[in-house]
C-alpha cells in the first residue's frame, strides 16, 4: 500500500524584506518640484505595485537645492537596515523601477 503523500508546501512568493517604520534606511523611487506631484506619485506606485507595496508609507523629504530650488524626495520608509533596503530597491528596478537607498 503506498505511503500517504507529503502535503505540497505552500508556493513562495517573493519575499519582502522586513518593513520597519521607524527604520534608519529608505528607499528613494523619484524627485517632484511640488509635493502634490510626489503624492500622486505614491498612488501611481501602490497601484502598479500593489502585490508588494501592502505595509509600506510615504517617506516625502524636501530639501533645497542651490540654484535649482525645493525638490521633494519621494521615499518609501522605512527599512531596519541597508541590506533590506537594498534588496526591495533591486527587487524594483527588476520590474523596471528606478530606485536609490539612503540614510534616513
Known sequence: EPA??????????????AVDRDGDWVVQIASFRS??????????????????????????????IPNRGTYHRLRIAA???QADGV?????????????LVRRR
Open 79 to 81: 527599512f531596519a537596515t
Open 4 to 17: 500517504p503523500a507529503e502535503p505540497e508546501p505552500e508556493p513562495q512568493t517573493a519575499a519582502s524584506p
Open 87 to 99: 534588496a526591495f530597491c533591486e527587487m524594483l528596478q527588476a520590474r523596471g523601477q528606478d530606485c
Open 35 to 64: 509635493e502634490a506631484d510626489a503624492e500622486a506619485a505614491w498612488v501611481a506606485f501602490r497601484t502598479r505595485f500593489s502585490d508588494i507595496a501592502s505595509g509600506l508609507a510615504p517617506d516625502v523629504a524636501s530639501v533645497e
